[in-house]
Nanobody, 120 residues
């Protein structure tokens, strides 16, 4: 079993930055991947970024490439999402996920979500 706890959301003006954190506990195997998803009101949950725990390969949605960076801290079993040049359309609840397989993980575990609001 894996538990995920997100933090770091908040309110920021357009053009600003935020860093989200996702602390994982439990048995996280080396084959696992960690990812970030988001869901805006009235929209379906969408993929944002993912990182392979072993090796650190990354994937990004086209909408965030060049602005967001996903990284991991192996020692603390924490994944980060650095979000720069934020836009109002980035407003959403952001969820952390853990899954197995690469480059198309099956997402088995989810965090509770953290709200990100970008004002224009």
């Amino acid at each position: 079993q894996v538990q995920l706890v997100e933090s770091g959301g908040g309110l920021v003006q357009a053009g600003g930055s935020l860093r989200l954190s996702c602390a994982a506990s439990g048995r996280l195997f080396s084959r696992y991947a960690m990812g970030w998803f988001r869901q805006a009101p009235g929209n379906e949950r969408e993929f944002v970024a993912a990182i392979r725990w072993s090796g650190g390969s990354t994937l990004y949605a086209d909408s965030v490439k060049g602005r967001f960076t996903i990284s991991r801290d192996n020692a603390n079993i924490t994944v980060y999402l650095q979000m720069n040049s934020l836009k109002p359309e980035d407003t959403a609840v952001y969820y952390c996920a853990a899954g197995s397989g690469w480059p198309t993980p099956e997402w088995d575990y989810w965090g509770q979500g953290t709200q990100v609001t970008v004002s224009s």
